[in-house]
């Protein structure tokens, strides 16, 4: 059974930095990888999706990774604002074309300091 | 684009009362999701359906059951609510398949409190 990881659970920095949130997974058999942003009371958002067939993905501030290989994914957030202050969850898209569900890390809540 | 409805988004039960979560997606997605978001256990999905007509379990079916009423609407529905299903329920929606058609899109939540 998949495990999604993410470390560390909270973080809190000063705006305008950079920064990377972690996710690990134990099987490397994903078929894709997906990075999420929630905010209180509210939905997920999807920031990126990265295909098994890719190594990286990026979207205005933000960059994610996936090295299938270390079972591991980076999400990236250059020059960090008070607004990206949310949980950030990883999912595991699935086996096999994805039509049962995602497996979810626990997430990481992000807070900048203005 | 309406994306993901579902209603209500707050409703308190008492145990033992029934109750439906409805859902509805616009995006012609062929599969929808039910999950529910507790503290400190985060996302777990409680049932799935992959295409129209087909619904499965997923990690924490107990206590509801589901219908696929059409390709839009997925509900979900407790028949004898218990303190433990006390959670904040999220439906999901995507079209399977290659590339960033597989992105999985979210309701803005129902918020369940069982007494």
């Known amino acids: 059974k998949q495990e999604v990881t993410q470390i560390p659970a909270a973080l809190s920095v000063p705006e305008g930095e950079n920064l990377v949130l972690n996710c690990s997974f134990t099987?490397?058999?994903?078929?894709?990888l997906q990075w999420f942003r929630q905010d209180p009371g509210k939905g997920l958002t999807s920031l990126l999706l990265?295909?098994?067939?890719?190594r990286e993905q990026t979207s205005g501030r933000l960059n994610a990774s996936l090295d299938k290989s270390s079972g591991r994914s980076t999400l990236y957030i250059a020059a960090s604002q008070p607004g990206d202050s949310a949980t950030y969850l990883c999912a595991d898209g699935g086996a096999g074309g994805g039509a049962d569900g995602l497996t979810f890390g626990k997430g990481t809540h992000l807070i900048i300091q203005p | 684009n309406a994306g993901v409805t579902q209603t209500p988004k707050f409703q308190v039960l008492k145990t033992g009362q029934s109750m439906t979560l409805q859902c509805a997606q616009d995006m012609n997605h062929n599969s929808m999701y039910w999950y529910r978001q507790d503290p400190g256990m985060g996302l777990r999905l409680i049932y799935y359906s992959a295409s129209e007509g087909t619904t499965d379990k997923g990690e924490v079916p107990n206590g509801y059951n589901v219908s696929r009423l059409n390709k839009r609407e997925f509900s979900l529905r407790l028949e004898s609510a218990a303190p433990s299903q006390t959670s904040v329920y999220f439906c999901a929606s995507r079209r399977t398949g290659t590339g960033d058609r597989n992105t999985i899109y979210f309701g803005e939540g129902s918020w369940l409190t069982v007494v």
């Open positions: 099987d490397s058999a994903i078929y894709n």
């Open positions: 990265i295909q098994s067939s890719q």
